[in-house]
């Protein structure tokens, strides 16, 4: 109920998280409103409204915001290593602007709650479940540096605001996602889908970067974005909230899933320790989202990755993934 006939702003709604995040409104029955710049929307229905607009101007971020209830923010961008290794500016500059013009509007217009997405990049190294208030017990990892410190600064930029201002601000963490509608543009693409199109065009050998013992807590996407819902709702209170699986898996063994998955199994397999990898063990304690919004995620690791190399094999030649 809590949802039922607001309005509500999803920025990135036509993108990867955005796109998971509309749908779960559509079935809070919610009215939304989705920004559309570059990429078209994808998914039609009466209740979205779509509005053309440039979230890098003030003006037309006021103009999205006129009359909503609650915002979404989920533009941005997100970039995986191979992508951050030559371009390290890639991911953060995009996300300082948007994100600032978004809370700045916010704050003008008076909406009245604001998700801001945050990221477990901006934790300190730890090979165990890390907690909320770990945040700040040291610097990002090397390899995350600045996208960490970027995100960490974007959450106490929501802290300013709803300081300042009377707008209630929600910061998720998220960890590693993956699903339906990911990024599988091989220069951007994250670990599963890099993983996932390779497999899907049967390359032999198959090569993965890393030597496969890296540790992940991987989340499907649908899972993220009830969550989001539910923080919004529950604990807008600029308090992030870690959410994650809450178990962790090796590399090696999400490759051999998605080989099954996508009938390769007899492919040769190769690690390539020699290319861009990430930090060895990241793993989320989500103790806090289990008490404070009653998270537990629904989609297991094996039924998320078979549902995603259904869905892209059905997609691939539909849709451009960048």
């Not at 091989?186 to 899907?200: E, G, N, Y």
Request: overall charge positive.
């Amino acid at each position: 109920m809590f949802y039922r006939d607001r309005l509500v702003l999803v920025t990135g709604g036509t993108g990867f998280v955005g796109t998971h995040i509309v749908q779960e409104l559509l079935k809070s029955g919610a009215r939304v409103r989705v920004p559309i710049h570059k990429r078209p929307m994808t998914i039609k229905d009466k209740r979205i409204e779509l509005m053309r607009a440039d979230l890098a101007k003030q003006a037309d971020c006021l103009k999205v915001l006129s009359g909503v209830d609650y915002c979404f923010h989920a533009a941005g961008v997100v970039a995986g290593s191979g992508a951050v290794a030559a371009n390290p500016m890639s991911a953060i500059t995009v996300n300082l602007v948007l994100t600032s013009q978004m809370l700045q509007a916010a704050c003008d217009i008076g909406v009245e709650r604001f998700l801001l997405f945050s990221s477990s990049t901006g934790y300190p190294v730890a090979d165990y479940p890390i907690k909320e208030e770990e945040m700040w017990n040291g610097s990002p990892y090397e390899g995350y540096f600045g996208y960490g410190w970027m995100r960490r600064y974007l959450e106490r930029l929501g802290e300013f605001v709803a300081l300042k201002s009377k707008v209630k601000i929600a910061i998720v963490r998220p960890t590693a996602i993956y699903g339906r509608w990911d990024n599988f543009d091989p220069k951007a693409s994250h670990v599963i889908p890099a993983l996932i199109r390779r497999a899907v065009e049967k390359q032999d050998p198959y090569e993965v970067w890393g030597t496969g013992e890296e540790v992940r807590d991987f989340l499907h996407v649908s899972d993220l974005a009830l969550a989001c819902l539910l923080m919004l709702e529950k604990n807008a209170e600029c308090d992030p909230v870690n959410i994650g699986y809450g178990e962790a898996v090796k590399v090696k063994d999400v490759v051999r899933i998605i080989l099954r998955a996508c009938g390769h199994e007899k492919a040769r397999l190769i690690f390539n320790s020699s290319k861009p990898t990430t930090i060895p063990f990241r793993m989320v304690d989500i103790s806090k989202a289990k008490k404070l919004l009653g998270f537990r995620p629904k989609i297991s690791l094996n039924d998320g990755i078979e549902d995603t190399v259904r869905w892209y094999k059905e997609s691939k030649n539909k849709f451009k993934f960048n």
